[in-house]
């Protein structure tokens, strides 16, 4: 089952249930793969999972602005579609998983300061597209390098 497929399959069970929480973001997230369908180029899995984390990531921000208003409903809001979303991602690698891997890569590079660290940030960010947040990646290389 691809998806698409997923998702469609998600939005009846939602609707039957009549679960407009969860609906909100099942259909976001539908519009989100129907626009990658008609860009130059297409829904695979890899762009699926981009738009879904950037869509996971939107949510994110908006509790955190949510949070320092003093909004705490529109918070819970917001943080419950990101964890929607978050289904449809890949398992996200723990921290220590993160650091393993970017110890291996920092002596594949050969870096060896903090100003190297885009040298670094480079490969690392293609090695865990969809596995890790890049906050978390950056935050760590430059906790090794520094």
Do not use: C, H
């Not at 890899?46 to 984390?53: E, P």
């Not at 979303?85 to 690698?93: I, S």
């Not at 890049?134 to 090794?144: F, M, R, T, Y």
């Amino acid at each position: 089952m691809n998806i698409e497929e997923r998702i469609n399959a998600d939005i009846k069970t939602a609707m039957l249930a009549k679960d407009a929480k969860k609906l909100e973001p099942l259909r976001a997230i539908k519009s989100v793969v129907l626009l990658l369908k008609t860009s130059p180029e297409g829904l695979t899995e890899d762009s699926a999972n981009k738009a879904i984390q950037k869509e996971v990531k939107k949510r994110k921000d908006s509790a955190e602005i949510y949070k320092t208003q003093n909004r705490p409903d529109l918070e819970e809001a917001e943080l419950f579609q990101a964890s929607v979303l978050e289904e449809y991602l890949p398992k996200q690698m723990s921290e220590d998983e993160v650091k393993a891997e970017l110890k291996k890569i920092i002596e594949q590079v050969g870096a060896k300061s903090a100003a190297e660290m885009g040298k670094v940030m480079g490969v690392a960010s293609k090695s865990f597209a969809g596995k890790a947040d890049n906050k978390l990646v950056s935050a760590l290389v430059k906790e090794l390098l520094g």
